[in-house]
Nanobody, 121 residues
Framework: QVQLVESGGGLVQPGGSLRLSCAAS????????MGWYRQAPGKQRELVAA???????NYADSVKGRFTISRDNAKNTVYLQMDSLKPEDTAVYSC???????????????WGQGTQVTVSS
């Protein structure tokens, strides 16, 4: 079994910062891409940021310059540092990882349970 456990969401004022963490655990052989998605009420889920195992990053245009994704491969953990938060960043943020389990040949998609981020004064 593999689990992704997120932490760090909450309520913050506009212009504030939050840091999300997502730790993968279980029978993991290796992890390719890790990333964060978000879904606001009435909207489709969208990619916020992703990072490869080699450290290459990709961001949604709406968060470039404000959010920073990073990962600690030794801890199987991905982080999302969110600065200069705006009300339109309010959403449920979910962690994603492309994981190969021990004893398996292929990679599969795994998701965290989601954490609420609310930006409001």
């Amino acid at each position: 079994q593999v689990q992704l456990v997120e932490s760090g969401g909450g309520l913050v004022q506009p212009g504030g910062s939050l840091r999300l963490s997502c730790a993968a655990s279980g029978s993991i052989f290796s992890i390719n891409d890790m990333g964060w998605y978000r879904q606001a009420p009435g909207k489709q889920r969208e990619l916020v940021a992703a990072v490869t195992s080699g450290g290459n990053t990709n961001y949604a245009d709406s968060v470039k310059g404000r959010f920073t994704i990073s990962r600690d491969n030794a801890k199987n953990t991905v982080y999302l540092q969110m600065d200069s938060l705006k009300p339109e960043d309010t959403a449920v943020y979910s962690c994603h990882a492309d994981i190969r389990r021990s004893g398996f040949r292929r990679y599969a998609d795994y998701w965290g349970q989601g954490t609420q981020v609310t930006v409001s004064s």
